[in-house]
């Protein structure tokens, strides 16, 4: 049972344009997003997150959009830059405070010059 | 170094042999978790340590697997007997818990492979 869904493996786009990659959500019960970015041989890094009472959040070149009632959240990166080229993974997790994250499996990034 | 430390990096054994990784939380965090990674598959929760309390096993995926964290630092995640499916990523993260919600901070993992 996949609670979190990436339905695409993976997206191309040009540099300087925005990429948007998407997750969805089946348990009603996470209330904390987070957004990892992935290189080969490496551990994933935190990228931005949001709590289940806000819509938006940003950081820089990173926006990280949530809609509950449509179980959905986005990223968007803008400008995108060839350095961006990664594995992205959505995660999310129940408890308010640390908990076990559930994982999608992840969208290819690659930024084309 | 400040961030999460594995060891080893790389782990090639044999089918039936055990395996013991090592994993070096960032200083002053509490909670401490595993996860592994499987071939094209995304990141799966194994087990999770939190301060003095029990951990939460409802990951492991046998009785194979086991985890202790001594002194509330460093963790070890040990499999018997292993098996061809261990075969994966094994990732260690940790996070501050200070009653709000909290990033996962992850090391590099250690890359098991099963002969």
């Known amino acids: 049972d996949q609670q979190v869904k990436q339905n695409s493996p993976s997206l191309s786009v040009q540099e300087g344009r925005i990429s948007i990659l998407n997750c969805d959500y089946t348990n009603s019960m996470f209330d904390y997003f987070l957004w990892y970015k992935k290189y080969p041989a490496e551990g994933p890094t935190f990228l931005i997150s949001?709590?289940?009472?806000?819509d938006k959040n940003e950081d820089g070149r990173f926006t990280v959009f949530l809609n509950k009632s449509a179980k959905h959240l986005s990223l968007h990166i803008v400008p995108s830059q060839p350095g961006d080229s990664a594995v992205y993974f959505c995660?999310?997790?129940?408890?308010?405070?640390?908990?076990?994250?559930?994982f999608g499996t992840g969208t290819r990034l690659q930024v084309t010059l | 170094g400040a961030g999460v430390s594995q060891s080893p990096s790389n782990k090639v054994t044999e089918k039936g042999k055990d395996v013991e990784l090592r994993c070096d939380p960032i200083?002053?965090?509490?909670?401490l978790y595993w996860y592994r990674q499987s071939l094209g598959q995304g990141l799966e929760f194994l087990i999770y340590f939190q301060g003095n309390s029990a951990p939460d096993k409802s990951g492991l995926p046998s009785d194979r697997f086991s985890a202790e964290r001594t002194g509330g630092s460093v963790s070890t995640l040990t499999i018997q007997r292993t098996q061809q499916e261990d075969s994966a990523v094994y990732l260690c993260?940790?996070?501050?818990?200070?009653?709000?919600?909290?990033?996962?901070?992850f090391g590099d993992g250690t890359r098991l492979s099963i002969l």
């Open positions: 993260a940790s996070s501050l818990v200070h009653g709000s919600n909290q990033p996962q901070h």
């Open positions: 949001i709590s289940s009472i806000k």
């Open positions: 200083s002053g965090h509490t909670a």
């Open positions: 995660a999310a997790s129940e408890a308010g405070t640390a908990s076990k994250l559930t």
